[in-house]
């Protein structure tokens, strides 16, 4: 059939061009790979944990001897006295004991910084998630234009033929203009799917890092589980939204405990030396050593209600952390049902794709023994695009909705998906600072780290 040979002939040179391309094509690993280096928000997100990793830091230094220096100078004139005098001293102190407080805010700190790591696998997540999106959201668009397309060209050769059975009197001129019109939103419609396009474009370079060349096919979905309820199971145990919210109440349950020792007195060790220099003077040294035991007798029950306030923060992280179970659950369901829906989906399409090109065929036939009109033919072409458009969609959709689920299974990640891409380390930057290291080995050492978190 000659429009059956038009529209083999289209996709044939779509799929030539796709053929010649497919030496440099894009996957999605490509594409994965690159969203995942140039993405800023993970950078944010390291440099936040770095943040949280000084914390510990911070708190560890609290427990160590603590050193300052003074120095001073004055200048007398009066009737009594003329002269002037100077001041060196070194001051040292040192907490002894505190009940454990200063002990405990470094515990509360390292749950901090593991609920800061999960926060951060959680945006690299995202970040993965948003690279999918991008790279499917350009196929379909790509696809889609080509749809439109051959389309045109389709319904071109229509008004083509339409025109000629009207110089010869076998159509009237009001099919002519039909097939006009056809033409006409078929052109609209290419246009309408080249902006969509465009736009595509854009968003996967504001994800990737660079505008899509000629993208390859998906690869094979990951694997899922055979269940929703093995896949709830999986996210209940790695979602990284779950494990930062325990991580977050272990440590408000920690901060309600130094809330509640707060009145406890805290001993200290203090020692200091002290060289005066006086004009026409003999110079003096002064030194002391003490120990001193501190504690709260009454602060107008703000120490009551500091303690009352951190009970209120662990119902609220408790809170939070049953609230994102909750919502894990529920995005392992709608993924779920997603799959099962774009399965279906794709399974009727494709037959609707089938069915409607046998239609099309049938009434093209027709049309020229003058048993069809040339609007028949027009909207039967019109449902074969209907059809296809559908089922890349649905086709889309399908592959969109795993990794969907993997998101929200916690799964979403560069080692399971296999990326080839250097991963972050957390460990290495936590292990050169956790001990608040200041100058001397350590110091290099902390240097070395430093230069080795930089984006390549």
């Known amino acids: 059939m000659f429009t059956r040979s038009i529209r083999h002939m289209a996709l044939g040179a779509v799929l030539a061009c796709s053929t010649a391309l497919g030496a440099s094509a894009q996957s999605l690993t490509d594409a994965l790979v690159d969203a995942y280096k140039n993405s800023e928000l993970i950078e944010q997100s390291r440099a936040l944990l770095r943040s949280a990793d000084e914390d510990v830091a911070i708190a560890t230094a609290r427990l160590r001897p603590i050193l300052d220096y003074t120095a001073s100078y004055a200048y007398t004139d009066s009737l009594t006295s003329e002269g002037d005098s100077a001041a060196i001293g070194v001051t040292a102190s040192l907490l002894l004991y505190d009940f454990g407080r200063s002990r405990l805010r470094i515990e509360a700190n390292k749950e901090l910084v593991l609920a800061t790591r999960e926060a951060l696998r959680d945006t690299e997540q995202d970040v993965l998630l948003n690279g999918v999106s991008a790279f499917l959201n350009v196929r379909l668009a790509d696809d889609n234009v080509e749809l439109r397309r051959n389309n045109v060209r389709v319904i071109t050769e229509q008004l083509r033929a339409a025109q000629d059975r009207f110089e010869v009197g076998e159509v009237t001129r009001t099919d002519v203009a039909q097939a006009e019109a056809r033409l006409a939103e078929a052109n609209a419609n290419l246009t309408s799917a080249l902006g969509q396009q465009a736009s595509a474009r854009e968003v996967y370079?504001?994800?990737?890092?660079?505008?899509?060349?000629?993208?390859?096919?998906?690869?094979?979905?990951?694997?899922?589980?055979?269940?929703?309820?093995?896949?709830?199971?999986?996210?209940?145990?790695?979602?990284?939204?779950?494990?930062?919210?325990?991580?977050?109440?272990?440590?408000?349950?920690?901060?309600?405990?130094?809330?509640?020792?707060?009145?406890?007195?805290?001993?200290?060790?203090?020692?200091?030396?002290?060289?005066?220099?006086?004009?026409?003077?003999?110079?003096?040294?002064?030194?002391?050593?003490?120990?001193?035991?501190?504690?709260?007798?009454?602060?107008?029950?703000?120490?009551?209600?500091?303690?009352?306030?951190?009970?209120?923060?662990?119902?609220?992280?408790?809170?939070?952390?049953?609230?994102?179970?909750?919502?894990?659950?529920?995005?392992?369901?709608?993924?779920?049902?997603?799959?099962?829906?774009?399965?279906?989906?794709?399974?009727?399409?494709?037959?609707?794709?089938?069915?409607?090109?046998?239609?099309f065929e049938g009434v093209t036939e027709e049309a020229r023994l003058g048993a069809r009109t040339t609007l028949d033919v027009l909207d039967a072409e019109q449902d074969v695009l209907d059809a296809r458009t559908s089922l890349l969609s649905a086709e889309i959709s399908a592959v969109q909705a795993v990794y969907d689920l993997l998101q929200s299974m916690g799964l979403m990640t560069v080692e399971y998906l296999g990326l080839p891409v250097p991963t972050y380390d957390p460990e290495v930057y936590y292990n050169a600072v956790s001990n608040a290291p200041a100058t001397s080995t350590r110091g290099a050492a902390l240097d070395r780290v430093l230069q080795s978190i930089v984006r390549d």
């Open 205 to 359: 370079r504001a994800v990737v890092g660079s505008f899509p060349n000629a993208l390859s096919p998906p690869p094979p979905s990951p694997t899922i589980p055979g269940s929703v309820e093995e896949a709830v199971s999986i996210a209940e145990r790695t979602h990284p939204s779950i494990l930062q919210a325990r991580h977050n109440v272990r440590a408000s349950e920690i901060a309600a405990e130094v809330a509640e020792r707060a009145i406890l007195p805290s001993a200290n060790a203090q020692a200091s030396v002290t060289r005066n220099i006086r004009d026409r003077l003999d110079d003096t040294n002064d030194s002391s050593i003490g120990l001193s035991i501190t504690g709260p007798i009454y602060q107008g029950g703000g120490l009551s209600a500091a303690y009352r306030q951190a009970l209120a923060s662990v119902d609220n992280a408790r809170a939070g952390l049953n609230q994102s179970v909750l919502i894990i659950r529920q995005s392992v369901g709608i993924a779920w049902a997603d799959i099962l829906v774009t399965r279906a989906t794709i399974d009727a399409t494709r037959r609707q794709v089938e069915a409607a090109e046998v239609a």
